[in-house]
């Protein structure tokens, strides 16, 4: 499956190699090559979402940063380069309580700086009696992140929510109920990865 702006693309760039074809011959190749990538990273792929109490990566990429965000909270953050899937799925199911837009900067994704700098999309989810918070960071290059749900919306997880156009970031924030069971360095995908398990209340409280 592909997402249907990278058709749209590649219509655009197969048409304006079709003209310059005809008019420079040679010249247009750089146009076909980029209609081909462009069905290539907006490709969409179907996943298999892990069953039981996890959260599942959000996005396809290589975890940077495993880290204490709050006294009392984890993040993981996710770097997807161009040649990742760049679809975004949810976390967790439950609802969606919050969407909050922060305009910011374009730096490099894969830098530490861009969790808090960088332009995002701060989503909240809830159900099941937690709270993840996850957000959609712009890179240098991407410039653009879209987001197909409302607060109010019920999602599923592993459901599809959106993209952010070509290199990126994704920070997902888990409370203390959530054991992170990816390190720095892994590769995950978006929707079957599991990146934190939730630990059960008798182990919590050691008992």
Known sequence: ???????????????????VSWLAGAWSAPLWM?????????RDP????????????P???KVVAVVAETAT??????????????????????VIRNVE??????LVASKELASSGNEQN?????????????KQIAGLIARRIVFDKKPGDTVAAGERIGLIKFGS????????EWEIVVRPGMRVAAGSSTIARRIARDERHGS
């Open 1 to 19: 499956m592909i997402v249907i702006d990278g058709i749209y693309y590649a219509i655009a760039l197969g048409a304006a190699g079709a003209v």
């Open 73 to 94: 909270a984890n993040r993981v953050s996710i770097f997807l380069n161009i040649f990742d899937v760049h679809v975004n799925r949810a976390p967790i199911g439950g």
């Open 122 to 134: 701060v989503v909240t989810v809830q159900g099941d009696g937690t709270c993840v918070v996850f």
């Open 101 to 106: 837009y922060r305009k910011g900067q374009f």
């Open 46 to 57: 179907e996943r298999t979402i892990p069953t039981g109490p996890v959260a599942v990566s």
């Open 34 to 42: 980029l209609a081909v990538f462009c069905l290539y990273f907006f």
């Open 169 to 176: 970031r994704v920070d997902v924030i888990l409370g203390p």
């Open 59 to 61: 996005a396809d990429g």
